[in-house]
C-alpha cells in the first residue's frame, strides 16, 4: 500500500514539474525572442523572424532612445510611479491604522466606503473625471495623472494595511499612550515599523501597477512632455516606425525595468500578502 502511495505521489509530481516547465518555457520563450531580436536589423528580422541574430546590433537602441523620447518617458514614468506609490502607502497605513485601532461606530461605514472603490472600474469614471479635472485646470498635469493613482489605489492598500494592523496588539499601543505618546508618534514609531511586511507588499503592487497603467495618462494629457512610458510605446508602434528592430528595442527597455524589479523583490511581495492573510 505504501509502495502504492508513494508512486502516486511520485506521478502527480512529474506532472506538476512538467505543467511548470511548460509554464515556464512559454512565459521566458517570447522574451528571450524579443531580447535577442532587439538586436538584429530590421530585414534580419523580416527574413528571418526566429533565427539568433548573426551580428549584435545596438543601433536600434541608439535610434529608438532618439525618436521615440525614451529618456523624457522614462523620467516620467518614474515620477507618476514613485510619487503616486509613495502617497498610496502613506495614506493606506494611515487609514489602516484608524481602521484597526479607532473603533468608532462610523469607521466600519467609512471602511466599506473605501473597500467598495474596489468595484469601480477606470473607464466607468473617465469622462467625469477628465470633466472635473479640466474645471480644476488640474488636467494635463502631473499632478492630475498621479491623483487618480492615488485614488484607485487606495481600496486594496487599505484592504491590506487594515488587514494587517488589525493583528498588532493593542497592548503597544497602550503602553505607548501611558508613556505620554501622541497618535502621531504611536503612527511613526510603533505601527510603521511593525506593518514593514504589508508596507513593502503595498509599495511594489501599487509600483507595478502605476509603471504599468496606460489610460489615464493617455486620457489626461496631451503634451508628449507628460507621457508615460507605456504611452510613448504604444504611440511608436502605432505609426512612428515600421521597424521592427526598434520596436522591439523599444519594448524590451519598456519592460526590463519590471523584469528587474520583480527579481529583487518578489519575496517581499509573497511575504507580505503571507502575513497579510494571516493577519486578517
Known amino acids: 500500500m505504501a509502495t502504492e502511495i508513494r508512486g502516486k505521489n511520485t506521478g502527480w509530481k512529474a506532472a506538476a514539474y512538467i ?11 517570447p522574451l528571450l525572442w524579443l531580447l535577442y531580436s532587439s538586436l538584429k536589423p530590421h530585414n534580419e528580422i523580416i527574413r528571418h523572424i526566429f533565427a539568433l541574430p548573426k551580428s549584435v546590433y545596438y543601433e536600434n537602441y541608439f535610434e529608438a532612445w ?11 514614468s518614474i ?12 495614506l493606506a497605513l494611515a487609514a489602516g491604522y484608524g481602521f484597526a ?26 469622462v467625469p473625471l477628465f470633466i472635473m479635472e479640466t474645471k480644476l485646470h488640474i488636467d494635463d498635469t502631473r499632478l492630475g495623472v498621479i491623483l487618480p493613482y492615488v485614488a484607485f489605489g487606495l481600496p486594496f492598500a ?3 494595511a487594515t488587514s494587517y494592523i488589525r493583528g498588532i496588539p493593542d497592548s503597544l499601543e497602550e503602553a505607548a499612550v501611558i508613556d505620554g505618546a501622541s497618535y502621531l508618534q504611536i503612527f511613526r514609531q510603533i505601527i510603521i515599523p511593525v506593518a514593514t511586511p ?19 495618462v ?32 523599444v519594448l524590451v527597455v519598456a519592460i526590463l525595468p519590471m523584469i ?15 502575513a497579510g492573510a494571516l493577519k486578517e
Do not use: D
Open 66 to 76: 532618439r525618436r521615440a523620447n525614451l529618456g523624457i518617458l522614462l523620467i516620467n
Open 19 to 29: 505543467i511548470m516547465l511548460t509554464f515556464t518555457i512559454l512565459t521566458i520563450g
Open 101 to 126: 485601532k479607532f473603533r468608532y461606530k462610523i469607521s466600519g461605514f467609512f471602511y466599506f466606503f473605501f473597500i467598495m472603490g474596489l468595484l469601480i472600474t477606470v473607464h466607468s469614471v473617465l
Open 158 to 160: 487599505v484592504y491590506l
Open 198 to 216: 504589508v508596507a513593502a507588499t503595498m509599495l511594489i503592487f501599487s509600483f507595478l501597477s502605476n509603471w504599468n497603467e496606460l489610460i489615464f
Open 218 to 249: 493617455l486620457t489626461l494629457t496631451s503634451g508628449e512632455t507628460l507621457r508615460s512610458l507605456p504611452v510613448g510605446v504604444l504611440a511608436f508602434a502605432a505609426g512612428r516606425s515600421r521597424n521592427y528592430g526598434l520596436q522591439f528595442a
Open 260 to 274: 528587474l524589479f520583480y527579481i529583487f523583490f518578489h519575496n517581499q511581495l509573497a511575504r507580505g500578502f503571507a
Open 79 to 90: 515620477i507618476y510611479s514613485t510619487v503616486g506609490t509613495g502617497l498610496t502607502t502613506l
